[in-house]
């Protein structure tokens, strides 16, 4: 494939399908929690999204989803060098990416506790969806005849 044909290629790929959500955004930390209960068996496992909060020198949650499929595990990143989550929620392609991360084994529920320090109707959540507009590509006749103009001194 001619380096031409790659590029128009890759711009087709990277424009999307025109409609899609999706929303990009950045967090302090990624936590991914393996909750057990009290006789050590395996419940569930969460990823919990934190902002840092400069008033009270804490982590706060900003939102949590739990792991239905193993490609929604916060992945290393390298550039730029973190962490990131990315899935499918109700429609929305998400992106999360965060500097830090760390996984925790427990038996109370971080969330649930960080709670008690930012209700959940304080949390800021994850960004609302940005829906795509459709890239409009210039017809072959258009590039033709732009090609014919004279350019104006």
Not at 2 to 11: P, V, Y
Not at 128 to 135: H, L, N, T
Request: proline letters at 8%; one cysteine or more.
């Amino acid at each position: 494939m001619s380096g031409m044909a790659l590029l128009l290629f890759a711009g087709v790929v990277v424009a999307g399908i025109p409609g899609t959500q999706s929303a990009d955004e950045q967090v302090d930390l990624i936590e991914l929690n393996h909750f057990f209960d009290e006789h050590g068996r395996h419940v569930f496992d969460q990823v919990i999204f934190y902002e840092w909060s400069q008033t009270h020198h804490r982590f706060h949650v900003k939102a949590w989803r739990l792991v239905k499929d193993p490609q929604q595990l916060p992945q290393k990143s390298w550039k730029p060098i973190g962490y990131r989550c990315v899935w499918h929620d109700d429609g929305v392609l998400r992106k999360v990416r965060s500097p830090a991360y760390r996984e925790t084994w427990s038996q109370v529920d971080p969330e649930r506790t960080n709670r008690q320090l930012l209700p959940q109707d304080q949390r800021i959540g994850l960004l609302k969806p940005v829906i795509g507009e459709p890239i409009k590509r210039p017809a072959p006749t258009e590039i033709a005849i732009a090609e014919e103009r004279p350019t104006q001194p």
